[in-house]
């Protein structure tokens, strides 16, 4: 099995776990991109990425390229002279980019392919009440995430794990099917498939205020999945009317399914036994943590502590 010069593309810490199995089992990585430092949070102190924080502790050169396209990132890729790339939570390549390494160019995308192409995967199977995803290796191509598959791994979905979890662990069977694909690149035996056409795919769309908030006219399971599908991040949301009539965006991070007949009209907030509810269509949902506009995350007894809620409140 011949040895590869490998380089490497990530930013967050999904990509992280991947270049760090990879270096446990001794590849030869010879360069590492990552995105350039950009201010990030209040003080808009400057931030470099996660990949970059890692790889900070290694004898790795870094290239922080703000433009793909351009000639001197082309040369400086280059000079690497790398045999295979491989991309895990990255930026759209150029053309020239990719086909550049004669092994080519592969990507670890977060579901099984052509499903769930797009920049949340994960979050997506979980809303969409999906029993079963995985991690998918291709060759990358003109458009984004329908290259030729090089291999999947699939595993199920707990019906009460969120999005953060369900990431965890697609991170580790990730960095498995990474070290796999190079192994099959490395003994000239990868065996890529294109990916089957069909009429009915599901697209993993990036979030926005409008996607992440709650519409409490859906069944509560709906709204389950929904909530555990976009938690920790970026979190789904509801508006709440405070004592002054002030309207605040309420987070709800976790909910619990009840058997609560749902008497009253969707989205209505109460307490009963001393447990935060909120109606839906169907049956109540419990509430076990949230974050209420100007506050810290805190649990549901906490908020119920700290907020009058003798009258139910309608959430909007």
């Known amino acids: ?45 400057i931030h470099q990425s996660a990949v970059k924080t890692y790889t900070l502790e290694t004898s790795i050169p870094i290239l922080q390229p703000t433009n793909l396209k351009s000639d001197v990132f082309y040369q400086e890729l280059q000079a690497l002279q790398p045999d295979v790339i491989v991309v895990v939570a990255f930026r759209m390549l150029p053309k020239r980019i990719w086909s550049l390494p004669p092994l080519g160019t592969f990507n670890l995308h977060a579901s099984l392919l052509p499903q769930y192409r797009g920049a ?8 969409n009440g999906e029993t079963q995803t995985g991690v998918t290796t291709f060759f990358l191509d003109e458009k984004i995430d329908t290259g030729a598959i090089l291999l999947q ?3 199920s979905i707990d019906p009460h794990e969120s999005a953060g979890d369900l990431h965890d662990r697609l991170m580790h069977l990730g960095a498995e099917t990474v070290l796999e694909t190079l192994k099959l690149i490395a003994k000239d035996r990868a065996k890529p498939v294109q990916q089957p056409k069909s ?27 929904f909530i555990r599908g976009l938690s920790p991040f970026p979190v789904a949301y509801t508006f709440l009317n405070n004592e002054n009539q002030e309207k605040l965006r309420l987070k709800i991070f976790e909910t619990q399914k009840t058997d609560l007949p749902s008497n009253r009209p969707p989205g209505i907030l109460f307490k009963e036994n001393n447990k935060l509810l909120v109606s839906t269509p169907t ?3 419990q509430i076990i943590s949230l974050q209420l506009q100007g506050k810290r995350k805190m649990s549901a007894i906490d908020f119920l502590n700290g907020f009058n809620l003798d009258k139910e409140i309608k959430l909007s």
């Open 120 to 127: 949340a995967p994960i979050n997506w199977a979980i809303i």
């Open 283 to 285: 049956k109540s949902l």
């Open 153 to 155: 791994k699939k595993t």
């Open 199 to 225: 009429e009915d795919l599901k697209t993993a769309y990036k979030f926005n205020a409008e996607n992440t908030k709650i519409n409490w006219e859906q069944p509560a399971d709906q709204i389950y999945n």
């Open 1 to 45: 099995m011949k040895s590869l010069r490998i380089v490497f593309m990530g930013t967050p810490d999904f990509a992280v776990c991947i270049l760090d199995r990879m270096i446990k089992a001794k590849h030869q990585i010879v360069g590492v991109i990552t995105a350039p430092d950009k201010p990030a949070g209040r003080g808009r102190k």
